[in-house]
């Protein structure tokens, strides 16, 4: 079964910050699991490690197990276009672009598309399946904040990832929009993907399947 391991990782930053201390960790496809802590835990630092964003002091991390310390960047770089998909709390879209080539734009860069109307047709499904295909045409000025974010998960869907890593993905939305974005969450993982959130919003409890503590650092599973 594929998965996201981390075995006994730490993270010390330059200034000396320990913002991992031994954390032992597994995402399986299908799951959907929760970090919460207070600001400054080490949530943020967690879910960038395991979404190979950032490299760890020590420690080993093992996608669809494989250790990833032995790849060099590239290799680093294909696992993370191949095998995750990320949604931020800014949803970072293009304002420029209407919502449809927002969620084409990871498209480009992937072999796995063979023409235009392949990328148009995926656009269009991942759309459906986040509800927003009405809006297509659209920019992201012209949307709510939960439909920029269901843009962005769309986006982190079109290149078909194993993982979805979302950091504080509610962190600017209103409750009934955030209720919307885990539901979406929650969906994603029964169609097989794992879902990885970290955030502070208690809300996410009534959504994930199993809920981890952060706290300076060291992670815990949720004793309630
Ligand atoms: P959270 O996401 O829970 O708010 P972070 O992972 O952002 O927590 O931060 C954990 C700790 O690491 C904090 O003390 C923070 O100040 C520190 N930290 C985060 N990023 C860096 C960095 N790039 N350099 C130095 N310290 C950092």
Redesign the pocket.
Known sequence: MKSIELKNVSKV???G?R?LDDVSFVLHQGEFIAVM??????????LQIAGLLDTCTSGEILINGKEVSSLDKNQIADVRKNTLGFVFQAFHLNPHLKLYENIMVPMLINDAYKNKTEMLEKADELMKTVGIFKRKDHYPAQLSGGEQQRTAIARALANDPDFILADEPTGNLDSKNEAMIFEELKKLAKLGKGVLV?CHNEAIVNYADKIYI?KDGVLTANAE
């Not at 802590?37 to 967690?46: A, V």
Request: without cysteine; hydrophobic residues 30%.
């Open positions: 930053y330059s200034n910050v913002a802590g207070q600001s400054g835990s080490g949530k943020s630092t967690f970290v952060m």
